[in-house]
Nanobody, 123 residues
């Protein structure tokens, strides 16, 4: 099966930026959408952003407020999440996922998940 691997997380101060990457490997990429979710300790999994495989249409959670941007490479094997103006409440493990429904912020519409990368926003 296809595997997803996130990278780019780390420790950043409030107001700083990070760029997360999700690299796909294995079988041919055939999902309709790629998405980013996050989960903080003791909290439910939360939708962040999604992008359509064909056409590049994007869909964002309301709390992003223009701070985050999702994109993909030309081969559609890597998806990125550019995060600017980071806040302490953005601290979480960030997962990428592939699915068959676009647009969707529901985890149930995604069937392949990466292991996650830790983002910590703290002064």
């Amino acid at each position: 099966q296809e595997q997803l691997a996130e990278s780019g997380g780390g420790l950043v101060q409030p107001g700083g930026s990070l760029r997360l990457s999700c690299a796909a490997s294995g079988r041919a990429f055939s999902s309709a959408a790629m998405g980013w979710f996050r989960q903080a300790p003791g909290k439910e999994r939360e939708f962040v952003a999604a992008i359509r495989r064909s056409g590049g249409s994007t869909y964002y959670a309301d709390f992003v407020k223009g701070r985050f941007t999702i994109s993909r490479d030309s081969a559609k094997t890597t998806v990125y999440l550019q995060m600017n103006s980071l806040k302490p409440e953005d601290t979480a493990v960030y997962h990428c996922a592939s699915g068959w429904v676009f647009p969707s912020g529901s985890p149930g519409n995604y069937n392949t998940w990466g292991q996650g990368t830790q983002v910590t926003v703290s002064s």
